[in-house]
């Protein structure tokens, strides 16, 4: 298995699950990314008001209130994202990029260390990200 998680870090070992999830996360970056990029220029613009406007006797106020769920969408994928990049502060500029390349975009870490640093480094990086979201 490629993506296993190392087990001699024993303070940074997490349960597969959250393991699992948090790599697909981080893996999910560059997309959560480019959509919060599109919500932002999307700006202000409702474009079911006026669905809105003629159904709003029959709807409540959770179907009425689009700007607030825009809103909230925004906040959650931000918040998210923002998440994912704080890990990346724990752990030594020399290998950030090396892990965020690895992670998001599938390429080798680098030469500049042996591959065991490497994936200690995503270890530790791995768990900070799960901890940061709320997963462990």
């Known amino acids: 298995m490629r993506d296993y998680q190392q087990r001699k870090l024993k303070s940074y070992v997490l349960p597969e699950a959250v393991y699992r999830q948090t790599l697909w996360a981080v893996r999910d970056l560059p997309r ?4 919060l990029e599109l ?6 613009r409702l474009p079911q ?5 003629e159904n ?3 709807a409540d106020a959770a179907e ?3 700007t607030g769920q825009e809103a909230i969408k925004r906040a959650m994928l931000s918040m998210k994202i923002q998440a994912i990049e704080d890990a990346f502060y724990l752990v030594p500029c020399e290998y ?3 892990i965020r390349l690895k992670l998001t975009e599938g390429k080798d870490y680098g030469d500049d260390c042996h591959l065991n640093t490497w994936k200690k480094w995503q270890q530790i990086y791995i768990y900070h990200a799960a901890r940061n979201l709320g997963l462990y």
């Open 49 to 53: 008001s006026a669905y809105v406007r």
């Open 56 to 58: 709003a006797q029959h």
């Open 96 to 98: 950030r990029e090396g």
């Open 32 to 35: 959560l990314k480019r959509t």
């Open 64 to 66: 009425i209130d689009l």
């Open 39 to 44: 919500e932002l220029q999307k700006g202000g």
